[in-house]
């Protein structure tokens, strides 16, 4: 089955600098690739996502890169702000089948 | 994209007793999916809910242990039964509505098995 690979597990950043956050799957076949953001006690939001036929897309502040050859993709977050702290997870999907990320907790100090 | 009314939110079960999740969403879906997230770790599946048939467990997870209804395209529940400490955990369902909106997940259940 899917196996997702993802760091870092922890993250710290100073307000307005970048964050990245990588991830590796195993399975070829997966063909769609969402990040989801998790606040305490909150349920995993959906904050960006990419399917297999598209190299690259950005949401403001937000963009996902993927390398279908490596089996890699990349969360980039741009001028951080303190509530971007939050525990980043990604994931890698095959019919209906999602598979997540250790999850990356990502601070940003103000 | 749907919203996903879960409940309850949180609670604290004795031990060897049996708990009830709900998860309703607004629109209807085929799919629908039970994770378990652990303290401090990542989701991991449980099953997968369609309606009108059983459902579909992951490896590890027996339908003994955590059985799930799925009634119609808008309703569905997963019971966490003779529960253990170990079974502290959130629950939480999801539901992808059509490709285009990706997978919403339902804001959780915060177990605590005492």
């Known amino acids: 089955g899917e196996n997702v690979e993802q760091h870092p597990s922890t993250l710290s950043v100073q307000e307005g600098d970048s964050a990245v956050i990588k991830c590796t799957y195993s399975?070829?076949?997966?063909?769609?690739f969402p990040w989801y953001k998790q606040e305490l006690g909150k349920g995993p939001q959906l904050i960006i996502d990419?399917?297999?036929?598209?190299g690259e897309k950005k949401d403001q502040r937000i963009a996902v890169t993927l390398n279908k050859t490596a089996k890699h993709f990349s969360l980039h977050i741009t001028e951080t702000q303190p509530e971007d702290s939050a525990v980043y997870f990604c994931?890698?999907?095959?019919?209906?089948?999602?598979?997540f990320g250790a999850g990356t907790r990502l601070t940003v100090k103000p | 994209s749907a919203v996903i009314s879960q409940k309850p939110s949180r609670d604290i079960c004795q031990r060897g007793t049996s708990l009830t999740i709900q998860c309703q969403v607004d629109?209807?879906?085929?799919?629908m999916f039970w994770y378990r997230q652990q303290p401090g770790q990542s989701l991991t599946l449980i099953a997968t809910?369609?309606?009108?048939?059983?459902?579909?467990?992951e490896s590890g997870f027996v339908i003994d242990k955590f059985p799930i209804s799925r009634p119609n395209l808008t309703f569905s529940t997963l019971t966490v039964s003779n529960m253990s400490p170990e079974d502290s955990s959130i629950y939480l369902c999801?539901?992808?509505?059509?490709?285009?909106?990706?997978?919403?997940f339902g804001s959780g259940t915060r177990l605590t098995v005492v």
């Open positions: 809910a369609n309606q009108g048939s059983e459902a579909t467990y």
């Open positions: 629109s209807q879906v085929t799919m």
């Open positions: 990419i399917r297999s036929n598209v």
């Open positions: 399975d070829s076949a997966s063909n769609y």
């Open positions: 994931a890698a999907t095959f019919n209906n089948d999602m598979r």
């Open positions: 999801s539901v992808e509505i059509t490709s285009n909106y990706g997978y919403t």
